[in-house]
């Protein structure tokens, strides 16, 4: 199950610099755990604890948006690319 | 005004740059977001970015729009902005702006619309700090209000 996984520029401090790494994982869930264990600091960057995503975190697989699909529990197929992206977001205050 | 330090600059294409004032004017009140890119410290490429919220105060980028664009950008490894419209405040990142700021590779520009003509300016924001850059279009200084 080799995962392709986008990381974006402030996560990587964590990956020593890598654009993109390669995890492992049945689901979501499990890709991030695999991440984490490698990549110590990441998880929590990610998910919550709650065990969900934080809210200014998204994740696409495929280009789909994990929220759309099962959200942490979404499964992965051997392939599948994976992308984390901070929304862009902000405000007039 | 707000001002803040002047490190740096960035020049935009006319053309990038009169797409970001229509784009900012095309919705008006309500605030637009996009993305802008290119090398060696212009951007001459521009990519609205549907804002998923629709607000006159707040702005979200669209997720799957944002992923498309950055993708590219990232694939071509092309330097690239941010920007976003003030319809009724000054062209400065705002306490929100800074603090949901993520991208510390990216230029911030903001395109206000307070007064009646457009204003743009370009910041830098990382780690909570805002410095500012000197905006030419074309190499030309653009009007950036009284500083």
Sequence with gaps: MAIEVRIPTVLREHTLGEKKVTGQGATLRELVADLESRYPGIGPRLVGEDGQLHRFINVYVDDEDVRYLGGVETPLRDGAEVSILPAVAGGAF | MTKAAIEGTV???RQVYDQMVAHARSDFPYEVCGMVAGTGGRFDRHYEIPNAERSMTFYKMDGKAHLKAITEIEDNDWEFGIYHSHTHTEAFPSVTD???????????????????????RAFDIRDGRITERVLTVDGEQAPAGNR
Aim: without cysteine.
């Design chain 2, 11 to 13: 020049d935009l294409s």
């Design chain 2, 98 to 120: 800074v603090e949901l700021a993520v991208y510390p590779e990216a230029v911030y520009l903001i395109v206000s619309l307070q007064d009646p003509e457009p204003v743009i």
